[in-house]
């Protein structure tokens, strides 16, 4: 199992830029997360799959952001144009469930808007 | 609103030595999760508990559920430098079922 894995690890791009950060879910989990982790505000839920449908995207701050789920293994989250605010860890994780179903995450994005 | 409390924010200690943190609600959970994220890395389940009153052991780790299922406490028995990381709670709303997090305990454990 290679666990969830997500791409880039680290992004530092420029005001206004767009910025796509993708992640491939565990085989077999049906539901996928996106969460952004910040210091002053710990983890954030962004937005949420299942069976790659959009479930709840309550946590997307604004319009810039935006996820997809084209299929099972593949997921993106774009920002459009980024802001130095949204400097944050991005994190996708994967389930079989929601509430009490253990999420399994992947390493983060670091990313950077200067 | 549920909410998840977690205490102490910052913990630094040496090898050896004993703690515990702590994961406070005024709801009512029907079960909380503990993760320990490490540097760089993300977030791994520790251990769910489920039953008020419920104990697990993980080695030197020790999970309790209160007997209201309000609230959590996790204690490191001699505390080794590869035991430091974010330790964070989770537990699922009413509503929805999607987790509420705590901000966590950053414990760092010095040789």
């Known amino acids: 199992d290679a666990g969830v894995i997500q791409s880039p690890r680290h992004e530092v791009t420029e005001m206004g830029q767009e910025v796509t950060l993708r992640c491939k879910p565990i085989s077999g989990h049906d539901y996928l997360f996106w969460y952004r982790q910040t210091m002053m505000r710990g983890l954030e839920l962004l937005i949420y799959?299942?069976?790659?449908?959009?479930?709840?995207d309550s946590g997307m701050p604004e319009d810039r952001f935006s996820a997809k789920m084209p299929n099972a293994s593949f997921s993106t989250l774009k920002i459009q144009p980024s802001e130095p605010r949204d400097s944050a860890v991005y994190f996708c994780?994967?389930?079989?469930?929601?509430?009490?179903?253990?999420?399994?995450f992947g390493n983060g994005t670091r990313l950077t808007v200067t | 609103t549920q909410l998840l409390e977690q205490s102490p924010q910052f913990l630094s200690i040496q090898e050896g030595e004993n703690l515990t943190v702590y994961c406070n609600s005024s709801?009512?959970?029907?079960?909380l999760q503990w993760y320990r994220q490490e540097p760089g890395e993300g977030p791994v389940l520790l251990v769910t508990v489920v039953t008020g009153g419920e104990v697990k052991k993980l080695k030197r780790l020790t999970f309790q559920f209160g007997d209201a299922r309000k609230d959590s406490s996790l204690h490191i028995t001699a505390a080794q430098p590869g035991d430091t990381g974010l330790y964070l709670c989770a537990g699922p709303m009413d509503s929805n079922y999607q987790l509420i997090w705590g901000a966590g305990t950053k414990l760092i454990i010095k040789p």
């Open positions: 709801s009512v959970f029907s079960s």
């Open positions: 994780a994967s389930s079989t469930g929601t509430g009490g179903s253990p999420l399994h």
């Open positions: 799959f299942n069976n790659n449908v959009p479930i709840d």
